[in-house]
Every structure is written in C-alpha cells, then in structure tokens.
C-alpha cells in the first residue's frame, strides 16, 4: 500500500478588471494576502506566496493574524531576494505593536531584518506612485482596524482660463497664480475586516472604480453569528451595492464552510441579477478561469498554456525519410 501525498495549496485566485489585476488568497481565519501589480500595492500578509513579493508598499488592515502572520517573512524575503527594503504602511494605532513583533524576530534571529513602517492617521494620504496616493479610514472590528482608499489626483484648468492662449497662461502660472483646480479620483477601496457602518457608505468608497470587501458570512441564520465577530453578512453586502457605483466588487474572507456556486446564487437571490453581475469572489477559481479566458478570446491573444508546452509534428513535407522500409514513425510530443 503506497500513502496518499500530502494535499495540494489552494492556489491563489487571479482576476482581471482592467486596468487592475488582482491576485493573491483570502479564506477566513486562515490567510489573506492580496496583490495590485499595477500599483505595486499589497493588501495584508497573512501568508506570503512567493508572487507577494514584488509589492514596493503593503497596507496592513489590522493586527489579526490571519491578516499579518506573515508580514515578518515578506519583509525578510524582499531583502534576501534584492527587491529593497519593505515599505509597510499602517494604522497609527497599531504601528508601536507592529515594532515590537518585528523587534521579537531580531532576538530570534541574532540579525535585523529591515523595514520601513508608515504610520498613517485616518485621512492622512501617502504617495505609492506619481500622483497615486493611499489614505487610511478607520471601520469596526474586533480590534483597531483600518480601510483604504487608493486614489490618483489631477488638475483641471479653471473655466475662467479655458479660452486663453499658452503663452498667457504660462504667465499667469510664472506670477504664482493657481489657474488649476485639483481634485481625486477613486480606484480602489479597501475594507478588511469590518461589519457594516457609516464608513462603507463614505463618498469615495461609494464612488471607487474597484471594491475590495470581506464577506464571511452567507446562510441566513449566520446573521448573528456575523454581528458578534463584527463581520459582514451577505446581507449587508446585498444592501451595500445598491448605493456602490464601482464597476465590480470583490468578495474576499470566505470561509471553507461556503460553496461557490451557494454563494453565487445567494448573491443573485438577495440583491438581483443586474447587481449581482457586479460581484465577483476571489477564489472562486474554475469562474475566474473560465472569465479570463474570455477575456483573452475577446481581445484575440492566445488562451495561457495548459500545462507543459508540446512541440508540434514535422509536416509531412518536411519531415524525413524513415531508414529502412515501412512508414516514419511519428514524432513523439515532447513532454
């Protein structure tokens, strides 16, 4: 009798919702870790998957450790494999908490790993990339928690300079005057684990073209259940979207317990199927395939490979004579 191997990772989920990819996991009380390549921006660390590694920045949503258990050994891989010290932006609340965990390694280790911690106060914006910017929101869990909304800013000519030449408002601009009004635009939100509140209905989370929110709960008598761990019901979810103006929400934080096909058809039930197609499930993984492969149909590039790459047979023009007599044998695909 030969023992069965060891059972195989879930594999991250992966989805594609232009201009943003979004990969990384989320099962409840287990691990999330969530990666934005575009905006080298991650989202907690409660694990870390080698593909986490290349975020430049990483928002930690709270001190739960299904949210950082990770967080030391992203910071120590990203200087042993040359990507640069780690930039860790967090609630001012729990930064003193982060320091002493990440002090408790250097006693372990004889050796200090380096890290660079950002404290934010709410509404404090930090500058990830050019003209993108990432500010903190406080929302209700156990615990000190934090959400973030990613946002880039622009300018926009005042109405009263529209119809003047460059050269002039070159000389307006040299004598100091503003001739430009600035504004910000929300790309993503972020809650971590929260229960509802007034902060998941604030204006530039309800107006974010990406919504990243935890659901953990999806029966109807988990109501309770969901209120005393202060997450969110799919309920509250339901209600949520019909004053959301994001053009897809994302459900992380489901626990093992939840099928994907129960959760995709309660969705449909409780908030209809016009916004239920807003909804997409991180680790539902054979709908995001399937999703990805359209996508990729639909913009004429070439499906991902399946596996090991197969070398083609020699067409039979080309092919040569087999020695001796009798057919060539054919060619045996490379494995």
């Known amino acids: 009798m030969i023992p069965k191997p060891p059972p195989r990772d879930t594999s991250m ?31 907690d660390m409660g694990s870390c ?49 982060i320091n002493r965990m990440m002090s408790g390694y250097v006693d372990l280790e004889q050796q200090r790993t380096p890290f660079e ?29 934090f959400g973030y909304v990613v946002f880039e800013k622009r300018t926009k000519l005042k109405p009263e300079f529209l119809e003047l030449p460059q050269e002039k408002l070159r000389e307006l601009k040299d004598r100091g005057m503003p001739i430009t009004n600035s504004f910000e635009i929300p790309l993503i939100a ?11 209905i604030r204006p530039d989370v309800r107006k974010a073209q990406l919504v990243i929110t935890e659901c953990t709960f999806f ?16 309920d509250d979810v339901a209600e949520w979207l019909r004053v959301l103006e994001c053009q897809n929400i994302v ?25 239920a197609s807003k909804v997409m499930f991180l680790m539902d993984h054979k709908t995001n395939k399937l999703r ?5 149909i639909d913009a ?21 004579s087999a020695p001796g007599p009798g057919p060539a044998a054919p060619e045996q695909p490379a494995v």
């Open 49 to 97: 998957p080698r593909p986490m590694l290349p975020s430049k920045h990483l928002a930690i949503s709270h001190g739960h450790m299904d949210h950082i258990g990770g967080l030391a050994y992203f910071c120590s891989q990203r200087k042993f494999q040359g990507m640069g010290t780690a930039k860790v932006i967090c609630d001012t609340r729990i930064a003193s908490s």
């Open 300 to 320: 004429g590039v070439p499906l991902p490979l399946k596996g090991p790459a197969v070398r083609k047979p020699r067409s039979p023009e080309v092919a040569p």
């Open 292 to 296: 990805y492969e359209q996508q990729c």
């Open 219 to 234: 029966e109807p008598d988990h109501k309770e259940r969901a209120k005393v761990g202060m997450h969110m019901h799919l």
């Open 117 to 145: 911690l950002i404290p934010l106060l709410p509404e404090q914006p930090y500058e990830i990339k050019n003209n993108i910017f990432i500010k903190g929101f406080e929302t209700e869990h156990t615990c000190p928690s």
């Open 190 to 200: 972020y809650t971590g684990d929260t229960r509802p509140g007034p902060h998941l």
């Open 251 to 275: 459900l992380i934080h489901v626990s093992r317990r939840t099928d994907m096909l129960y959760a995709r058809t309660r969705i449909a039930q409780v908030s209809g199927e016009k916004l």
């Open 13 to 43: 989920g992966f989805l594609y919702m232009p201009p943003f990819r979004l990969f990384g996991e989320s099962v409840a009380g287990e691990a999330t870790c969530l990666q934005i390549p575009e905006l080298d921006l991650g989202f």
